[in-house]
């Protein structure tokens, strides 16, 4: 394969640390832009030989310019992510993740560069519909309820990659569904399974929010990044919005009870309400499954670790980092 030079935004964190691990095992030349800001260089010290790690931010427009112009090709996935940190932080996600895109999607069409935009299963919002299927509606809460402005901020980035792609962009969105595996972080996306093993090693009760009954496809890291590298090296990728998730539903009581049972732990599982966590008016969404079709069709894409599988892999990577 010929050697590309890629852009990756967020490529100290969790998934996008994963896909520069994939792009220098598959030979490319990278640089990585990453305020540090959820992510760590640690996630990249076993590549700093070969990867340019730029701490800097996506708000800084010149930069990302720069780092733009250089690369052939442009992941990006830095956002401030994850429930906790927009409930927190409403401001600050915001900005990042509207303006901080608006400048990548600036200088990819300034300087004619393909990019991959990260977005998410959450664009999706509340809709009993499922299995979610890309061009589906979107049915959200009202706007005073701040966990809906992740939903609506992701959505505008991908109306922004849109409307440069009307302008023949090469664009591609990938939405990801629940990615768990190693170096997942207690504060971001994976942070359910995080919490659930930190707490059943430690033998403290397992809390799982709300009933428990509402459910999840977790997708292994593996899985996230295959279908992130096929998207940017796919040219039937350009223009599609592409569900990238397992399609098996476990529901967060199930999780926790494998989690438990994974680690042999005596922890007890102990539901609790939303509003312990983030505050009155909370709003979850009871079922989140993609239709993988597309992926399928057209990425040749499919999901191939099963939970049980990825689990032990993530415990294992666990059990060697937090001795
Ligand atoms: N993990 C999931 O299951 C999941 C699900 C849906 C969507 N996503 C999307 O995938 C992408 C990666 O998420 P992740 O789970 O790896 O989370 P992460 O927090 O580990 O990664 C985000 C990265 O962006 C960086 N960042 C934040 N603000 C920045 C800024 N202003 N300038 C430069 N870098 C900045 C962070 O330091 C971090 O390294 C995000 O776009 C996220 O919205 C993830």
Redesign the pocket.
């Known amino acids: 394969m010929e050697t590309v030079r890629v852009l990756v935004?967020?490529?100290?964190?969790?998934?996008?640390s994963h896909l520069v691990d994939a792009l220098c095992e598959a030979g490319h030349e990278v640089h990585v832009?990453?305020?540090?800001?959820?992510?760590?260089a640690a996630n990249l010290a076993h590549r700093l030989d070969e990867v340019l790690l730029v701490n800097?931010?996506?708000?800084d427009a010149e930069l990302v310019e720069r780092e733009v112009e250089w690369a052939q090709l442009v992941f990006?996935?830095?956002?401030?992510?994850?429930v906790r940190h927009i409930v927190d932080d409403p401001l600050a996600s915001l900005l990042?993740?509207t303006r901080?895109t608006e400048n990548v999607l600036n200088a990819c069409f300034r300087f004619w560069r393909k990019v991959v935009v990260?977005?998410?299963?959450?664009v999706y919002g509340k809709t009993a519909k499922v299995p979610m299927q890309e061009d589906d509606d979107r049915v959200l809460g009202p706007t005073t309820v701040h966990r809906w402005s992740?939903s609506t901020a992701?959505a505008i980035d991908e109306h922004l990659a849109f409307a440069y792609a009307a302008n023949r962009l090469p664009v591609a969105i990938v939405?990801?569904?629940?990615?768990?595996g190693p170096r997942?972080?207690e504060r971001?996306?994976?942070s359910v399974v995080a919490n659930f093993l930190r707490q059943a090693l430690a033998g403290e009760p397992i809390t799982v929010h709300g009933d428990g009954r509402q459910s999840r496809c977790f997708?292994y890291i593996d899985d996230?990044v295959r279908g992130t590298v096929l998207a940017g090296f796919t040219p039937e990728a350009e223009g599609q919005i592409f569900n990238l998730g397992a399609t098996r539903e476990t529901t967060i009581l199930e999780l926790a009870e494998m989690i438990k049972a994974a680690v042999g732990s005596s922890s007890v599982i102990n539901p609790t309400a939303y509003e312990t966590y983030y505050g009155p008016g909370f709003e979850d969404t009871r079922r989140r499954v993609p239709d993988v079709t597309r992926a399928r069709e057209l990425l040749d894409w499919v999901p191939t670790v099963e939970l049980e599988d990825g689990l032990a892999r993530t415990i294992e990577w666990w059990e060697k980092t937090h001795a």
């Open positions: 935004t967020g490529g100290a964190g969790y998934i996008g832009l990453d305020n540090l800001s959820t992510g760590k800097g931010s996506i708000l990006h996935l830095a956002a401030a992510v994850g990042t993740n901080g990260a977005s998410t299963s959450e992740y992701k939405r990801y569904f629940n990615s768990y997942l972080d971001g996306y994976g997708t996230t």
